[in-house]
């Protein structure tokens, strides 16, 4: 299949309408505005519904019910949007509903800035609304890898009753990248016999996220438990670059990890360094056997965590290592992005101290 050029947030979009998406529910908020933008046109071509909402909270409730009707169903936004959208993750977490919700990541706290950063991590990982509950967590580094991503979010959705996360940030939205566009697909959705819209259905479906007793309540958190466990157990996805016999290990995810693989690859001809690089595809659950394994090897003297934030995956990564060998951070933030330059010297001065 010819590959074209396609911008990355017009990329995801058209991925998700090839895996079965037909209703996006969206708010513009700079820098994923052409993914609704794309969607407007694109959905009534293919029989399916657009509708921007009168607000972010309004979104992710369209998105809950319509998922609820069955549908493959998603939205979109940019770090203050997905806070807003926080409740409703969580109300749909609590009603084992499959959908799909895309993070184009800015600088922040507040409105921040409209420049590229990873500094929605601990809200994508932790859970950033209220109550016991996990999504996971996939982090493309490249526009095709976002698009083969997007098909397998509304799977992994669709398999465990769970909302999923595209983690991307302005860079992955904005650059443009020869892209080979995944195929329609050609099988039919799994069915759904839970959902309210199943026709010709016996009995009532309900989605519910209210357990007013409380043993309920802690039955269904166990239920719920068993999933991510059961998540954790098949969906860990990672990258290892050149980790073997390596001096030291970047650790990055997303677009953040090409410029650390372009850094490693210098830092052998500049400095004298074998650095390997482990790349995260899935946040959560977080690739820690992968990289716990690296990092024990008698070769490595120390592990560098590289990030647009002031240091949040880092936490991750230091429960990987568990204190076998050195950790530390280096990170850019507000929208500001790490060079090649930035990391090279990172990696001098910690050569220095090994």
Request: aromatic residues 8%.
């Amino acid at each position: 299949m010819a590959k074209v050029l396609m911008k990355g947030n017009e990329a995801i979009a058209e991925a998700a309408i090839k895996a079965g998406c037909r209703f996006f529910f969206g708010y513009p908020i700079t820098p994923q505005n052409q993914i609704p933008e794309y969607m407007s046109k694109r959905m009534p071509q293919v029989g399916g519904c657009f509708l921007q909402a009168e607000s972010e909270v309004s979104a992710i409730n369209m998105v809950y019910g319509a998922a609820g009707a069955g549908a493959r169903a998603m939205t979109s936004s940019s770090s203050p949007g997905i806070s807003l959208k926080q409740e409703g993750i969580s109300y749909a977490v609590g009603a084992e509903l499959p959908l799909v919700v895309v993070n184009m990541v800015r600088g922040g706290p507040g409105l921040g800035s409209i420049q590229p950063a990873q500094s929605d991590y601990y809200q994508a990982t932790r859970g950033g609304g209220h109550g016991d509950y996990r999504l996971p967590v996939f982090a493309p580094s490249s526009v095709q890898e976002a698009v083969e991503l997007m098909a397998t979010a509304f799977d992994v959705a669709d398999k465990y009753r769970n909302p999923v996360m595209l983690l991307g940030d302005g860079m992955l939205g904005q650059i443009m990248e020869p892209v080979e566009m995944i195929q329609e697909r050609s099988e039919p959705l799994p069915k759904k016999p839970w959902a309210s819209g199943v026709p010709e259905k016996e009995g009532r479906s309900i989605i519910n996220s209210l357990y007013i007793n409380p043993d309920e309540c802690e039955v269904h958190n166990y239920k719920l438990e068993r999933k991510y466990q059961e998540i954790t157990a098949n969906e860990v996805r990672v990258q290892l670059i050149d980790t073997e016999g390596a001096d030291i290990l970047l650790v990055a995810y997303g677009t953040m990890a090409r410029i650390c693989q372009r850094a490693a690859k210098d830092a052998y001809k500049q400095l004298g360094l074998k650095v390997g690089l482990v790349r995260p595809i899935t946040l959560w659950p977080y690739p820690y056997e992968a990289l716990k394994n690296a990092a024990e090897q008698p070769s490595v003297k120390h592990v560098l965590s590289v990030e647009m934030s002031t240091g949040q995956m880092v936490d991750d990564v230091r429960l990987a290592v568990c204190g076998a060998k050195p950790v530390s951070f280096y990170g850019r933030t507000g929208g500001m992005v790490p060079t090649v330059k930035d990391i090279l010297a990172k990696l001098s001065s910690i050569k220095e101290g090994m």
